[in-house]
């Protein structure tokens, strides 16, 4: 399998949104294998098919809990639903992510608690995902890439400007900005 450059903000594949995929094919199950060698190598705890260049819906996601116990899948076509957000600002030391696709950058973000997720695997058998916690923010945040939405578009104005400082002195925001995992030194 290979390690595939991740695109970074500004792309146009990653603000579009992304089409079902109708058949899993051979083609298909590669870029799969693809997206969870590039994920590891970044490495991330998810990766959306978009931020790969692939307007597909599909994300691989990955995650260790404090017993390190694994929780690692594919999802494809996926549906997500959501309890409501707790009014109020994010905490900034419990609701900061990141993403791949602005690499090296975390911002507080306020996320649902808890979150149910369907979709089919490579199989074509269902998966039926309950989570809360980070896994609940895992989903919701590869969920948005398949629906043209990045992470920082959901921020408040101060943090908003403080991204389109660093996108602008990093030369991002534009068509082709990509890194490539274990070669590029981005600090995902």
Known sequence: MAVLPIRIMGDPVL????????????????????????????????????????????????YQDDDGAPWRGVIINPELWMVPLEPGAPDPDDESEGCLSFPGERFPLRRSERVLVTGTDLDGAPVRIDVDGWRARIMQHEFDHLDGILYID?????????VQKISRKRGWG???????????NIDA
């Open 174 to 184: 534009k068509p082709g900005a990509s890194w490539m995992p274990g070669v590029d």
């Open 154 to 162: 959901r921020l408040d104005d101060g943090d908003w400007k403080t």
């Open 15 to 62: 603000h579009a949104p992304a089409a079902r995929v109708d058949e899993v094919t051979d083609e298909v199950r590669t870029l799969v294998a693809d997206m969870f060698d590039t994920m590891d190598a970044a490495p991330g705890v998810g990766l959306a098919a978009p931020q790969v260049g692939v307007g597909l819906r599909i994300y691989t996601y990955t």
